[in-house]
């Protein structure tokens, strides 16, 4: 045999090998919720007998992003908080107030989410997800203390609830 | 354009904490003890800031159930998956409706509003 007649029944039976490996890739697609903490919250203190997240008052809004991967099977609740879950001791009663709006939308449609959005109890607004993508929530706080008395020195913390709940 | 749109928000990356749980209509399965159902679960955390989440079952109006798993509250890593089983007796499975996991939040912090996250999974 010539080198030329090697070479090729070489080259035949390496192309040949190489053809027979296949390599599968598998995946899955299901409704799946995911709560995103994008801005965590802080408070400001304009006043001293009041503390709020509204950037006018020195603090940052908290953001939440949910990404639904399949349209139509959750909903979002959050709450926005009614009482501290750490600070110092308060010897009057603290006034709440707050509020959660549609932010940013993945798709533009999702804007109505904010006219169609149920509020109750006052601190929890719920909003039925019903299309696939992402939607930015924006929550703002504010604690007003007793009547004109200040808040004590020290750390103050509030919690935020995020739910995704299949429907 | 929303394709231009979920291709950009793509290459950002999507920076966050997430908390995520499949499946979200769980399949409750005959066990190996006797009288017991079981729900085979998924979470994933991908918030930096929280380790432990805790499982809890409830009814269609929110009220407890009585279940049993290897540790109610589990501690995960963060970018880590972890899977658990939720058992719950015959006699409640008509109950129970929802499982959830709600990401445990440390109290401390300076002026801060965090945010506690719960996902919960539908049994149909």
């Given at each position: 045999?010539?080198?030329?007649?090697?070479?090729?029944?070489?080259?035949l039976l390496s192309t040949s090998s190489a053809m027979a490996e296949e390599s599968p890739i598998n995946g899955t697609v299901q409704p799946k919720c995911s709560v995103y903490t994008e801005t965590q919250g802080v408070y400001g203190h304009p006043l001293p007998d009041k503390l709020s997240t509204a950037t006018a008052d020195g603090g940052v809004s908290t953001t939440i992003r949910y990404d639904i991967?399949?349209?139509?099977?959750?909903?979002?609740?959050?709450?926005?908080?009614?009482?501290f879950s750490s600070s110092p001791t308060l010897n009057d009663a603290v006034a709440w107030t707050g509020s959660t709006v549609v932010g940013q939308v993945s798709v533009t449609e999702m804007s109505a989410y904010e006219a169609a959005k149920v509020i109750s109890p006052s601190n929890v607004t719920t909003f039925d997800m019903t299309l696939a993508g992402s939607t930015w929530f924006t929550v703002s706080s504010t604690a007003i203390y007793g009547y004109n008395k200040s808040l004590p020195a020290g750390s103050y913390t509030a919690i935020i609830q995020a739910d995704c709940i299949a429907k | 354009m929303k394709v231009c749109l979920i291709f950009v928000l793509c290459l950002l990356g999507f920076p966050g904490n997430a908390h995520e749980m499949t499946p979200a209509y769980p399949v409750l399965?005959?066990?190996?003890?006797?009288?017991?159902?079981?729900?085979?679960?998924?979470?994933?955390?991908?918030?930096?800031?929280?380790?432990?989440?805790?499982?809890?079952?409830?009814?269609?109006?929110?009220?407890?159930?009585?279940?049993?798993?290897?540790?109610?509250?589990?501690?995960?890593?963060?970018?880590?998956?972890?899977?658990?089983?939720?058992?719950?007796?015959?006699?409640?499975?008509?109950?129970?409706?929802?499982?959830?996991?709600?990401?445990?939040?440390?109290?401390?912090?300076?002026?801060?509003?965090?945010?506690?996250?719960?996902?919960?999974?539908?049994i149909k």
């Open positions: 045999m010539t080198i030329k007649t090697i070479t090729a029944v070489a080259l991967a399949q349209a139509d099977f959750y909903k979002a609740q959050i709450t926005h908080p009614n009482s | 399965d005959s066990s190996y003890i006797g009288g017991v159902a079981v729900a085979k679960m998924k979470l994933f955390n991908r918030r930096e800031d929280i380790k432990y989440y805790q499982i809890d079952v409830f009814t269609e109006d929110w009220k407890p159930v009585s279940f049993a798993t290897t540790d109610r509250v589990l501690k995960v890593g963060y970018n880590k998956n972890k899977l658990f089983n939720v058992y719950i007796r015959f006699a409640d499975v008509k109950r129970a409706r929802y499982i959830c996991t709600t990401s445990k939040v440390f109290k401390g912090g300076n002026q801060e509003a965090l945010v506690s996250s719960m996902i919960c999974s539908k």
